[in-house]
């Protein structure tokens, strides 16, 4: 069953992450997405390590199933090459996703007004870290950067410690998932209007609508929210708690005093902090200690059973536990994706989006670089003579005999 998204072609200048995430989401609903690459990289280019299977392991994360055009950007013939593809003519390009800093694409003759005027059609997705207008607009960015700038690095870690980056880069990841959100809108759009659009969004704009409470406490009230480890700024008890053997997570306390008895900490029943939930929060540092000395005694394991119906528990988990827990994997959420080479595999996190009638099927790993060059070419009528001259010339390269 082919993806929700068949038939939708998307021309691909991102690199790094934030871009490649948001394109990655697109690919794996089912859109044809052709990945422009620099002529002449090679997989050690690509990006970040660990390498297995002598491929990048950050690169295939988030590029699988694009097919690889490569081409020199500063070269007119590889110029002309991006206009003959968003060229109505030749049966378009529906979609062009890049990330780089604004002005960049325009600096190459590529910008959305250079090719809206060759496709009025033509959707134009840009993520940048400051978006294409306000002060900051030329500034560089990257993840930390704008977790930094972005405030979530002010609320992330526990009272008194040094600011915290989260765990993964949801800085890039942010901005890119809005960038799917973003051009899916404007292509819904598009069929009642006929004409495309420039969808502009920022990573920083993307952190500041992820912090929504935050931002409406912050704005709103005396309050300046700060690290609180675990914690629920509202709700108490809602963190991570250790147990004999590791942690688990507890929230929605429904009775309190079966929740003391199940503890054993009757001596809590009847205490004046602790009754209500405000009452708790506003006491959350002199409870916390009761909390996590009761957890202490017992396992996580046992802690599950004992809780079940009195709150809402739940192991805290490592990434072996996540990759190798039933539920995910009847869930389908790791996929196993062959390696170029046709001999390996790698595991990678699948899509979160379950369809019931055009389900998403991940079965492509990353290209090798430069894989659909001549194929690419030849859908807007190169011919192979010309191929092998644009080749000479170091407008585009070929795929080499080792990664072919």
């Keep these: 069953m082919p993806g929700p998204l068949r038939g939708l072609r998307i021309l691909d200048f991102t690199w790094a992450l934030a871009g490649p995430y948001g394109s990655m989401i697109l690919t794996d609903l089912g859109a044809d997405v052709i990945k422009v690459e620099p002529a002449g990289i090679d997989e050690q280019r690509r990006g970040a390590g660990p390498y297995v299977h002598g491929v990048s392991t950050y690169f295939f994360s988030v590029n699988r199933g694009k097919k690889s055009l490569t081409l020199d950007l500063k070269t007119p013939?590889?110029?002309?090459?991006?206009?003959?593809?968003i060229?109505?003519?030749?049966?378009?390009?529906?979609?062009?996703?890049?990330?780089?800093?604004p002005g960049a694409m325009q600096r190459l003759g590529l910008g959305y007004d250079d090719l809206s005027q060759l496709n009025p059609r033509l959707i134009y997705a840009s993520t940048s870290g400051f978006g294409h207008t306000g002060p900051y607009k030329n500034r560089p960015a990257v993840d930390v950067i704008v977790q930094g700038m972005g405030g979530v690095m002010s609320i992330t870690g526990h009272p008194g410690g040094p600011p915290t980056r989260p765990?993964?880069?949801?800085?890039?990841?942010?901005?890119?998932?809005?960038?799917?959100?973003?051009?899916?809108?404007?292509?819904?759009?598009?069929?009642?209007?006929?004409?495309?659009?420039?969808?502009?969004?920022?990573?920083?704009?993307?952190?500041?609508?992820?912090?929504?409470?935050?931002?409406?406490?912050?704005?709103?009230t005396d309050e300046v929210p700060g690290p609180i480890g675990t914690r629920h700024p509202l709700?108490?008890?809602?963190?991570?708690?250790?147990?004999?053997?590791?942690?688990?997570?507890?929230?929605?306390?429904?009775?309190?005093?079966?929740f003391c008895a199940k503890i054993d900490r009757l001596d809590l029943l009847d205490d004046p902090r602790f009754q209500t939930n405000a009452d708790r929060t506003a006491h959350h540092a002199e409870i916390e200690p009761i909390l996590n000395d009761a957890f202490a005694k017992r396992t996580t394991a046992e802690w599950e059973a004992e809780l079940e119906g009195v709150c809402i528990v739940a192991p805290l988990n490592t990434l072996p536990d996540i990759i190798n827990d039933p539920h995910i994997a009847a869930r389908g959420m790791i996929a196993q994706l062959p390696v170029a080479n046709g001999n390996d595999?790698?595991?990678?996190?699948?899509?979160?989006?379950?369809?019931?009638?055009?389900?998403?099927?991940?079965?492509?790993?990353?290209?090798?670089?430069?894989?659909?060059?001549?194929?690419?070419?030849?859908?807007?009528?190169?011919?192979?003579?010309?191929?092998?001259?644009?080749?000479?010339?170091?407008?585009?390269?070929?795929?080499?005999?080792?990664?072919?």
Aim: charged content about 15%.
């Design 77 to 85: 013939e590889a110029v002309q090459i991006v206009r003959d593809l």
């Design 87 to 101: 060229d109505p003519a030749n049966g378009a390009i529906d979609v062009l996703t890049e990330n780089f800093r």
């Design 167 to 220: 765990g993964y880069s949801i800085g890039d990841m942010a901005g890119g998932m809005y960038t799917a959100i973003g051009l899916l809108a404007a292509l819904h759009e598009r069929q009642t209007s006929g004409l495309g659009q420039h969808v502009d969004v920022a990573m920083l704009d993307s952190q500041v609508a992820l912090l929504e409470n935050a931002v409406v406490r912050a704005a709103n």
């Design 235 to 258: 709700v108490t008890p809602f963190q991570a708690l250790p147990t004999a053997d590791g942690h688990c997570v507890v929230a929605g306390v429904k009775d309190w005093q079966l």
């Design 345 to 404: 595999t790698l595991k990678v996190s699948a899509s979160p989006v379950h369809l019931s009638r055009t389900p998403i099927q991940l079965k492509q790993g990353a290209s090798t670089p430069a894989q659909h060059t001549q194929e690419v070419l030849r859908s807007i009528g190169r011919t192979d003579a010309e191929i092998a001259q644009l080749a000479e010339s170091g407008a585009i390269s070929l795929p080499t005999s080792d990664s072919s």
